[in-house]
């Protein structure tokens, strides 16, 4: 049960680009749908507040890493997009300067889903203080970190290695980034080549 709204919150998050183009003629339902990934955002800080004190440090783990390793996909894609955007916008052409207000759009959204994700993260950090899990000095740089594009992940899975929990998945999420990486990078190459 502690696992849905973690799960629920990666789904709405992905869906955010998928519903408004569901909605085309409903302005209402294409705002809700925008707004959805910040509602869920706010169900998270709800949840980690009432019922989320009660749970172990492992299950605020697993919590955090449900969200942080569900996103990042979205986070490669949306991190393309946002380049590719914003080199679009630095042409000399007419209206190509638009193009800059889609990249700002992309970032508030990513850091709104970002923040959203934060709670479970600060939920566990703060409980493994607590434990003497961890020294308040890496609980004070994760907790900055959760609100930093990538370190947030990196920094989440370090600690999942240091708590010898779901170390080979943890391995093999970070082999997949490496991989996911160098190929757009071997995809721009080619552009360019």
């Not at 605020?60 to 979205?74: A, D, E, R, S, V």
């Not at 934060?118 to 409980?127: E, Q, R, S, V």
């Not at 994760?142 to 929990?165: N, R, W």
């Amino acid at each position: 049960m502690p696992y849905l709204i973690p799960i629920l919150y990666v789904i709405v998050s992905y869906t955010f680009f998928l519903l408004p183009g569901l909605f085309d003629q409903v302005v209402e339902l294409q705002i809700i749908s925008a707004l959805l990934p910040f509602l869920m955002g706010v169900v998270n800080l709800i949840v980690v507040l009432t019922v989320g004190r009660k749970w172990s440090r492992k299950t605020l783990l697993n919590c955090t890493l449900i969200i942080k390793y569900g996103l990042i996909p979205f986070y490669l894609i949306g991190g393309c997009i946002t380049i590719s955007v914003t080199l679009a916008a630095l042409f000399p052409l007419p209206l190509m300067v638009l193009f800059g207000l889609v990249t700002v759009v992309f970032l508030i959204f990513g850091y709104g889903i970002l923040l959203g994700a934060a709670p479970y993260a600060i939920a566990y950090l703060i409980k493994s203080c607590k434990e003497g899990r961890h020294s308040k000095a890496v609980v004070i740089l994760s907790g900055i970190c959760q609100f930093l594009f990538s370190f947030d992940v990196f920094s989440m899975m370090i600690l999942t290695i240091k708590e010898k929990h779901l170390v080979k998945t943890t391995i093999a999420v970070f082999a997949g980034v490496c991989l996911a990486i160098l190929f757009i990078l071997l995809y721009v190459l080619s552009i360019f080549v």
